[in-house]
């Protein structure tokens, strides 16, 4: 279907239904589905950018249907769908697949935990592409997943998507700081046994140098160069963890693959486990993400998450697997403390996990970096006087406190946990399914929405579930937790 661009402009301001800036979310589904119908036709077609790359204003098509995009300070429309799956695969396949042997497997075991994985990869690449589907819904292009949120419901449905996408990223954040802390202790530990750094202290050296890299890299889109420095780190632990996994489990007596605990317990830690089984895919910030991929924008992010969710995801499953079998029931949560090896390599494997994880953690800090620049309107050069201040003080400011939370918190796993539970899991699948059923339920048959509804609520269920999962783990645990606790 083609429209005419200015019939377009007209029927909407006639309406009263245009939404001319970012801060307009006041939506009715009636306008969703009325433009809706004009951007439908435009999904798949081959749009680019009017005039420069622009960060903000409208683009049209080779059919004359004029898409807005809101105003950013970062670039977008900017990548290839091959570095934009990179970006993707980077997520995926961050120190985080280091513990999946154990917070996985030991809970779920062979046959949960391998069928487990799959389902996740399946469902997760389903929940994604209904999102991604969305990107140019209603005649306008939403870069932040909160704007999709609030065009389709409203003022409060952007404001509630904002706090659980802030809250989601955040405790990733502290996790991977946490992390970073992690790998450079076991480091000291390889080279120095009697070393007096502490994880807390190991935690502090990583917040900083989290800091230099935020300050470094202004928007996502520059972190192309350091996509190939984060191919080749991640490799270099994923395959010592394998090769050294192999070793030991070739040479070891046989292992224990039994789930343990009462059955109570058990119920909950695979609760537990299968909240740990959508984390390991789903970031909760793909319209960000998309932003920054060239049109087609739809087609484009497509190819990437198929790259993602297959190329991908086989590092993941590999050092996942082997390193369950090597060690069964007692792989531990950070794979390389139960690998036999030369200590050089078992070193160079943590080194280059602290190096990745600094690469990793600006992926999902990046929602936040544009929120910050986009408020206080930094423009021109990245080098530029104010914009280098800025990113100094606030960018700075803003890890600094995620790496006090980290260190003062570094047991948060189970509070992590709490907060998939209640961010996760709705941003990811009720949120995706539900907005994808509101947004096209003119076009969808009976069958399609009470899928879509089947989703919601069983999604809803396993939200809840995990949030009870977590607070009993949490109310088992508190006994041991102590402030800036030396794990």
Known sequence: ????????????????????????????LLRGEVVGEMVFATESNDAVLGGSASASGAYSSKDSVVVEISDTAH????????QVGFVLTTGINSAYVLGYSGTIMVPLGWIGGVVGLILATAISLYANMLVAKLHEYGGKRHIRYRDLAGFIYGDKAYSITWALQYVN????????????????????ALLQEESGMKLPHCIAVSGFACILFAI?????S???????FSTILSLVYIVTAIVLSLKDGIEAPPRDYSIHGRTSSKIFTIIGASANLVFAFNTGMLPEIQATVRQPVVDNMMKALYFQFTVGVLPMYAVT????????SEASAYLLHNVHGPVWLKATANISAFLHTIIALHIFASPMYEYLDTKFELKGSALAARNLSFRIVV???YLAITTFVSALLPFLGNFMSLTGALSTFPLTFILANHMYLTARKHKLTSLQKNWHWLNVVFFGFMSLAAAVAALRLIAVDSSNYHLFADL
Do not use: T
């Open 169 to 188: 990223l955040f405790m990733i954040n502290v996790g991977y700081i946490i992390l970073a802390g992690s790998a450079l202790k076991a480091l000291y």
């Open 395 to 397: 960018r700075g400011g």
């Open 75 to 82: 670039q977008i429309s900017h990548d290839s769908w091959f």
């Open 321 to 328: 697997f082997i390193g369950y079998w090597a060690y069964g």
């Open 1 to 28: 279907m083609v429209f005419d661009v200015g019939f377009a402009r007209g029927f909407c301001m006639n309406s009263g239904l245009a939404a001319n800036d970012d801060g307009d979310k006041r939506s009715s």
């Open 216 to 220: 470094s890299v202004p928007h996502l």
């Open 222 to 228: 520059a972190l192309r160069a350091w996509l190939v």
